[in-house]
C-alpha cells in the first residue's frame, strides 16, 4: 500500500524539482527525502528519479505517480473535509500560518472568537514573506494570512486554492514624536517627504517598491535611505529619532513608543490581505468556523485602525 506522506514528498520533487527544493518546502533534510523517494520506489517495484552526480528528476514512470499522487491527496482531503462535517466543529484542529504583522494583529481577536468553539485547536504559525501560500500547497497548513500589493484581486473560487479577502491596508507615514511632522496641524506634503532622512526595507520586497512608487510621487528618491529588514526594526529606528517611513496601516496593532502616524496624502500604496486555503479543504466546518472568525477580525481590526487614524489628521 502506498504511504501518503511519501506521495507528499514526491509532489513536492515535482513541484520545486529538486531533492534540496522538496526538502525546504517541507522542513525535511535532503537526505530524509531521498530516503522517502528511495523508499517510495521500494514501494512501487520501480525506479521513479533518475539521480546523477548533480541532479535528480523524474523518470516516465515517476511523472506518472506524480500525476496521480495529486488525485489521490485531492480524494483524501475531500474525504477528511466529509468526515469533519459529519462529526461537527469539535473534531477540528486548524493551523494557520501569518505574515508577522497580521499574525501581531489578529491573533488576539482570532483567539477570542476561536475559544467560544469548544474542542477546537488552533496552531498559528508566523511565515516569512511569500511562504504561506506555498505552506497552503502543500498541505503543510490549512489556511495563510498572506499579504498582495498588486491590486489584482485573484479569483476567490478558482483552481486549487481559494482566496478570502480580510482588509485593504493602505501605507501610512511613521515619524517619530520629536519630529515636525507628529504636529498634526502641520499638513504632509509629498514633495518635502524627499529631502527627510528615510528607513526603508531592502530592495526586492513589496514595501519597498510601494515606498519607491511614493518617493517617486515626491519627486524623486531621498537625498537620505536607510535599508533595514523588518518592520519592527524599521518602526524601532523611527521611535528613536534616525528617520521617517512609510508602513502599512496595520502596523499600528502592534507599535509602541513614542510614535505618530499620519495619512499619506492623494492614494497611498496599499496591499490587500488575504486568507487562502485549499479548494478540497474548505468544506471542513473547523476551517469555515476559522475563516468567519477571521472575517470578523479583520473587520474589528479595520474599524478600530481606521478610529485611530481619524483621530490624527492628514
Known amino acids: 500500500m502506498l504511504d501518503l506522506r511519501r506521495l507528499h514528498v514526491l509532489q513536492e520533487f515535482t513541484r520545486h524539482g529538486t531533492i534540496a527544493g522538496a526538502a525546504a518546502a517541507l522542513g525535511y533534510t535532503p ?3 531521498s530516503q522517502q523517494l528511495s523508499t517510495l520506489e521500494r ?3 520501480t525506479s521513479l528519479v533518475d539521480r546523477t552526480a548533480r541532479s535528480a528528476e523524474l523518470t516516465d514512470a515517476g511523472r506518472l505517480l506524480a500525476e496521480q499522487a495529486e488525485q489521490i491527496l485531492a480524494m483524501v482531503e475531500a474525504a477528511e473535509s466529509v468526515i ?3 462529526g461537527g466543529i469539535a473534531m477540528g484542529k486548524v493551523t494557520v500560518s501569518a505574515f508577522p504583522t497580521a499574525a501581531v494583529a489578529l491573533a488576539p481577536l ?7 468553539h469548544d474542542g477546537m485547536q488552533l496552531v498559528l504559525r508566523q511565515t516569512g514573506e511569500g511562504g504561506g501560500t506555498r505552506l497552503v500547497a502543500g498541505g503543510e497548513v490549512d489556511i495563510a494570512l498572506i499579504d498582495d500589493w498588486s491590486g489584482l484581486r485573484p479569483d476567490s473560487g478558482a483552481g486549487k486554492l481559494r482566496h478570502y479577502h480580510l482588509l485593504h491596508d493602505p ?9 515636525p511632522l507628529a504636529d498634526t496641524e502641520r499638513p504632509v506634503v509629498l514633495e518635502r517627504l524627499r529631502h527627510e532622512s528615510w528607513i526603508t526595507a531592502p530592495h526586492g520586497e513589496p514595501s519597498r517598491s510601494a515606498t519607491d512608487r511614493l518617493l517617486a510621487d515626491a519627486g524623486g528618491a531621498p ?3 536607510w535599508e533595514f529588514e523588518g518592520l519592527g526594526t524599521i518602526l524601532s529606528l523611527v521611535e528613536r529619532g534616525i528617520g521617517i517611513a512609510a508602513v502599512p496601516s496595520l502596523a499600528l496593532a502592534s507599535a509602541n513608543g513614542d510614535l505618530v502616524f499620519r495619512r499619506l496624502p492623494g492614494t ?5 490581505v488575504y486568507a487562502v486555503a ?7 466546518p473547523a476551517l469555515n468556523v476559522t475563516v468567519q472568525a477571521l472575517y470578523h477580525a479583520a473587520t474589528e481590526i479595520r474599524r478600530s485602525l481606521d478610529t485611530a487614524m481619524d483621530d490624527v489628521a492628514s
Open 84 to 86: 469533519a462535517a459529519q
Open 31 to 33: 537526505s530524509a527525502v
Open 268 to 272: 497611498a500604496p496599499a496591499r490587500d
Open 110 to 116: 482570532l483567539a477570542q472568537r476561536m475559544r467560544e
Open 43 to 45: 514501494e512501487v517495484g
Open 223 to 225: 537625498t537620505a535611505a
Open 171 to 179: 501605507m501610512v507615514l511613521a515619524v517619530p514624536g520629536s519630529h
Open 278 to 284: 485549499r479548494s478540497t479543504r474548505v468544506r471542513r
